[in-house]
């Protein structure tokens, strides 16, 4: 079983800060791609931001420049510093990895349960 377990939400202020954490755990073998999503109400799961093994960044334009993403490997987290948010921001945010829970087993996706994030005054 693998879990992925996101931590951070809450509500902000616009112009506010926060961070979000999500650890892996359970019968991992091998985590290659980490990243984050979000799902506004009435709107499709869009992805945010994304890190590769080699911790190359991918992010939406609409964060470029006020969200960073980042990886620890040691303890299988991955991190997304929100910076300048806006109500725009607010939405449920699922972690995801692509992780091999086996060696001879192809990797697939993993989700988190999701965590809130609110931005309003």
């Known amino acids: 079983q693998v879990q992925l377990v996101e931590s951070g939400g809450g509500l902000v202020q616009p112009g506010g800060s926060l961070r979000l954490s999500c650890a892996a755990s359970?019968?991992?073998?091998?985590?290659?791609?980490m990243g984050w999503h979000r799902q506004a109400p009435g709107k499709q799961r869009e992805m945010v931001a994304r890190i590769t093994t080699a911790g190359s960044p991918t992010y939406a334009d609409s964060v470029k420049g006020r969200f960073t993403i980042s990886r620890d490997y040691a303890k299988n987290t991955v991190y997304l510093q929100m910076n300048s948010l806006t109500p725009e921001d607010t939405a449920v945010y699922y972690c995801n990895a692509n992780l091999q829970t086996k060696l001879l087993l192809p990797s697939r996706d993993y989700w988190g349960q999701g965590t809130q994030v609110t931005v309003s005054s």
């Open positions: 359970g019968s991992i073998f091998s985590i290659y791609a």
